[in-house]
């Protein structure tokens, strides 16, 4: 349909918190040339809520072969993802699929292997559409920072209560969502990682398994990366951390880039930090370096702006912002960091996926116990 048609027919599966957010935004006309005319769950009372003029299926299948979308959002738990992407591929759509991608690599595999080369296929990391997060990819990109040697994230700014794990349901069980804060509240943090900085070939993590909240799940995480050309980086997660921070920063021999309280810094070194180390005869000196100013944009389109996207791609062909082949990396990254801490022993990238789903099974069945 690339081109001809004027808008794309949408369907949403899974109409809860968050898939009821994105039913709000299309309904309100934010997304242009974007129709929402399709929403199943598997629970019809979470339908009845929608009094508007859209088909309802409690059956995805049904929804995928009723001829009136042409695109799915999936928004249902994340292990849910996988089976009804491929639905979804198979019966000639294109598909926008709720962070992760998946729990694990192996169905993340399975997921991009599925899905037909003239299909569209997206992943809703928002944070790419982040002003902040965009320019520092951006510089990065332009070798602002030259060789890149540390990479420092702190995201304990995601406070839980054990009042919000009583909650119940899917969450924060192996069974429900295979993981905890790692598979939850940091896939985006994970992927503006890896989007900016590129993957790590070496992980070795320290992980809290239940260690602030009734959980069988992680809910403490201090990670150690390696990287080939011998940067490292240190990636720290927590939901029983208050007030807790939301910090990221580069180091290269160039400086600085931080990205704290939404704001953005940059330290510029006079010359590089590593010719400085060898060519200066004074024992105590320091290369120079002064803060830059840097613009970045105030517009953050959020999840409206990879919803817009996804659209374009599909109608005019526009390159995808957060494609389903990129977000596999944030899969890979959690499971190594899962499995380093379960284990005690660093893993070595690429992470081997079918290992991973067997030692993920074990957790599940509770053959295996992480802590
Ligand atoms: N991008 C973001 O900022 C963001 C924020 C929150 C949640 N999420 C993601 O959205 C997804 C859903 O999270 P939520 O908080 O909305 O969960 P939720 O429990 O509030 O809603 C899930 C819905 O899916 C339905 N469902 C479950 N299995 C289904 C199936 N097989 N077929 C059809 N419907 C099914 C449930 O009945 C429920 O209505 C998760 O993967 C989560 O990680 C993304």
Same mark, same amino acid.
């Given at each position: 349909?690339?081109?001809? =048609?004027?808008?794309?027919?949408?369907?949403?599966?899974? /109409?809860?918190?968050?898939?009821?957010?994105?039913?709000?935004?299309?309904?309100?006309?934010?997304?242009?040339?974007?129709?929402?005319?399709?929403?199943?769950?598997?629970?019809?009372?979470?339908?009845?809520?929608?009094?508007?003029?859209?088909?309802?299926?409690?059956?995805?299948?049904?929804?995928?072969?009723?001829?009136?979308?042409?695109?799915?959002?999936? *928004?249902? &738990?994340?292990?849910?993802?996988?089976?009804?992407?491929?639905?979804?591929?198979?019966?000639?759509?294109?598909?926008?699929?709720?962070?992760?991608?998946?729990?694990?690599?192996?169905? *993340?595999?399975?997921?991009?292997?599925?899905? &037909?080369?003239?299909?569209?296929?997206?992943?809703?990391?928002?944070?790419?559409?982040?002003?902040?997060?965009?320019?520092?990819?951006?510089?990065?990109?332009?070798?602002?920072?030259?060789? /890149?040697?540390?990479?420092?994230?702190?995201?304990?700014?995601?406070?839980? =209560?054990?009042?919000?794990?009583?909650?119940?349901?899917?969450?924060?069980?192996?069974?429900?969502?295979?993981?905890?804060?790692?598979?939850?509240?940091?896939?985006?943090?994970?992927?503006?990682?890896?989007?900016?900085?590129?993957?790590?070939?070496?992980?070795?993590?320290?992980?809290?398994?239940?260690?602030?909240?009734?959980?069988?799940?992680?809910?403490?995480?201090?990670?150690?990366?390696?990287?080939?050309?011998?940067?490292?980086?240190?990636? /720290?997660?927590?939901?029983?951390?208050?007030?807790?921070?939301?910090?990221?920063?580069?180091?290269?021999?160039?400086?600085?880039?931080?990205?704290?309280?939404?704001?953005?810094?940059?330290?510029?070194? *006079?010359?590089?930090?590593?010719?400085?180390?060898?060519?200066?005869?004074? &024992?105590?000196?320091?290369?120079?370096?002064?803060?830059?100013?840097?613009?970045?944009?105030?517009?953050?389109?959020?999840?409206?702006?990879?919803?817009?996207?996804?659209?374009? *791609?599909?109608?005019?062909?526009?390159?995808?912002? =957060?494609?389903?082949?990129?977000?596999?990396?944030?899969?890979?990254?959690?499971?190594?960091?899962?499995?380093?801490?379960?284990?005690?022993?660093?893993?070595?990238?690429?992470?081997?996926?079918?290992?991973?789903?067997?030692?993920?099974?074990?957790?599940? =069945?509770?053959?295996?116990?992480?802590?």
């Amino acid at each position: 349909m690339a081109g001809s =048609s004027k808008h794309v027919r949408l369907g949403v599966v899974g /109409v809860g918190g968050m898939g009821g957010h994105h039913i709000r935004l299309l309904l309100d006309g934010k997304v242009r040339r974007c129709r929402l005319t399709a929403l199943c769950d598997v629970n019809p009372e979470f339908l009845g809520r929608y009094n508007d003029d859209v088909e309802k299926f409690t059956s995805f299948r049904k929804m995928c072969r009723s001829g009136i979308i042409d695109a799915v959002l999936i *928004a249902t &738990p994340h292990y849910a993802h996988t089976p009804l992407a491929i639905e979804a591929f198979r019966a000639g759509l294109h598909v926008l699929c709720e962070k992760p991608l998946a729990v694990h690599k192996a169905d *993340a595999e399975k997921m991009i292997k599925a899905c &037909p080369r003239n299909r569209k296929f997206a992943v809703m990391f928002q944070m790419r559409v982040s002003p902040l997060f965009k320019k520092v990819k951006q510089m990065i990109d332009d070798d602002k920072l030259g060789r /890149v040697t540390r990479i420092n994230m702190i995201a304990t700014h995601w406070f839980r =209560s054990n009042a919000y794990y009583a909650g119940g349901g899917w969450r924060a069980t192996w069974k429900g969502e295979g993981g905890g804060v790692l598979i939850n509240q940091c896939p985006h943090d994970l992927d503006a990682w890896q989007w900016i900085c590129g993957m790590p070939t070496r992980i070795h993590s320290v992980c809290g398994f239940g260690k602030w909240h009734n959980i069988e799940v992680e809910d403490d995480v201090t990670a150690i990366m390696e990287y080939p050309g011998g940067a490292t980086g240190v990636f /720290v997660a927590s939901t029983g951390e208050a007030p807790g921070v939301g910090r990221f920063e580069i180091c290269g021999e160039l400086g600085r880039i931080l990205i704290e309280d939404n704001e953005l810094r940059f330290t510029r070194n *006079a010359s590089s930090a590593l010719t400085f180390i060898k060519k200066t005869k004074n &024992p105590f000196a320091r290369p120079a370096s002064r803060d830059i100013a840097v613009r970045v944009g105030t517009r953050n389109p959020g999840h409206r702006g990879i919803i817009q996207n996804f659209t374009d *791609a599909i109608l005019d062909n526009k390159p995808l912002i =957060s494609p389903g082949r990129d977000a596999i990396n944030q899969v890979e990254l959690t499971n190594a960091m899962i499995y380093s801490g379960a284990t005690g022993q660093p893993v070595d990238l690429p992470l081997n996926g079918r290992a991973y789903k067997r030692f993920l099974g074990e957790l599940v =069945s509770g053959k295996r116990n992480a802590g």
